[in-house]
C-alpha cells in the first residue's frame, strides 16, 4: 500500500519539491521503482480498494507537516 501511495504522490506531484531538490538523493530512482506500483496493483494485494488508497494518499500528501512511523508496531513483526 506504502508503494501504491507513493505512487499517486509521484505522478500527482504532491509531494514537496523544493524539500526533495534540497534534501534528499535517490528520488529519481525510487519515483522509477513506483511507477508500476499502481493503486490497482496493490487493491489486488492488500484487498484495500484502489480509489480509497488514492484517496489516503492524496490526504497523507496534503497533510502538513506530517510523519508516518512505519518502524513500531506490527512492521516489527515477520509477516507485519
Given at each position: 500500500m506504502a508503494?501504491?501511495?507513493?505512487?499517486?504522490?509521484v505522478k500527482?506531484?504532491?509531494?514537496?519539491?523544493?524539500?526533495?531538490?534540497?534534501?534528499?538523493?535517490?528520488?529519481?530512482?525510487?519515483?522509477?521503482?513506483?511507477?508500476?506500483?499502481?493503486?490497482?496493483?496493490?487493491?489486488?494485494?492488500?484487498?484495500?480498494?484502489?480509489?480509497?488508497?488514492?484517496?489516503?494518499?492524496?490526504?497523507?500528501?496534503?497533510?502538513?507537516?506530517?510523519?508516518?512511523?512505519?518502524?513500531?508496531?506490527?512492521?516489527?513483526?515477520?509477516?507485519?
Amino acid at each position: 500500500m506504502a508503494l501504491a501511495m507513493g505512487h499517486v504522490i509521484v505522478k500527482e506531484g504532491l509531494y514537496d519539491k523544493t524539500f526533495v531538490a534540497n534534501w534528499s538523493v535517490g528520488f529519481a530512482e525510487y519515483s522509477a521503482f513506483v511507477q508500476n506500483k499502481t493503486p490497482e496493483w496493490a487493491a489486488g494485494i492488500t484487498g484495500i480498494n484502489a480509489d480509497t488508497i488514492r484517496r489516503i494518499a492524496r490526504e497523507v500528501a496534503a497533510a502538513k507537516p506530517a510523519v508516518i512511523d512505519s518502524w513500531s508496531g506490527t512492521s516489527h513483526h515477520t509477516n507485519g
